[in-house]
């Protein structure tokens, strides 16, 4: 089965930087997505891993380890508007190339 | 504009009563999915579609139907045997399901409501 694990909440004020960790086991990984899901919107695709190492892509970063079975998606020079859910979801051969399983969400909030 | 259109946005049901909840793509995409999503809860995959004329069950298909008639289209039809449907639905799609590197795309969702 598959296991992924992020903080439920997190807090950081504007202008600030923050990191939002997520953990997984899988028995065949294939990918990392993070997402970026305002309240009662649809979620909006941020970055992707495969490979180890960090992604860059404007203030958003985003990193894989896969022998540690880790990611973290960093956020930098926040903004009031990056106040959301971040989901981590993970792709598993073993579950056919289609599909992903998702995090429960990390809420962050931004406060001035 | 290509996307994905969830409709209606918001929907009630009676006790004992069927409903179908629409899902548009016009991004030309080969594969298609449905999840439910709880408050604290991550999204949960219902069912998904990786071609036209078939579909595959989720993790919790239970008192859910689904048809992919048309490579547009993928309705959702809740029925009175799904126990405790009050969630929030999201239709996504991928350009297809043979590279892991598509993100699934997400429509706006549909929040069903039991009377």
């Known amino acids: 089965g598959q296991n992924i694990d992020q903080p439920t909440e997190m807090t950081a004020t504007e202008g600030a930087i923050v990191q939002i960790n997520c953990t997984y086991q899988t028995s065949g990984f294939n990918g990392l997505f993070w997402y970026q899901q305002h309240a009662g919107e649809a979620p909006t695709f941020l970055s992707y891993n495969v490979l180890d190492g960090l992604e860059e892509k404007g203030r958003f970063s985003s990193f894989l380890s896969r022998s540690k079975g880790y990611s973290y998606l960093l956020l930098k020079e926040l903004q009031m508007k990056d106040s959301a859910s971040y989901l981590c979801a993970v792709r598993d051969q073993a579950r056919g190339y289609s599909t992903l399983t998702f995090g429960k969400g990390t809420m962050l909030l931004v406060s001035p | 504009d290509g996307g994905i259109t969830q409709s209606p946005k918001y929907l009630f049901r009676k006790e004992g009563q069927n409903v179908t909840l629409s899902c548009e793509q016009n991004?030309?995409?080969?594969?298609m999915y449905w999840y439910r999503q709880d408050p604290g809860q991550g999204l949960r995959l219902i069912y998904y579609?990786?071609?036209?004329?078939?579909?595959q069950k989720g993790d919790i298909a239970e008192g859910y139907s689904v048809s992919r008639e048309k490579k547009e289209s993928f309705p959702l039809t809740v029925t009175s045997a799904q126990k405790n449907p009050t969630a929030f639905y999201l239709c996504a799609s991928s350009m297809t399901f043979r590279v892991s590197n598509q993100p699934q795309h997400f429509g706006d969702g549909t929040r069903l409501s039991i009377l």
């Open positions: 579609s990786q071609i036209v004329n078939d579909f």
């Open positions: 991004l030309n995409h080969d594969a």
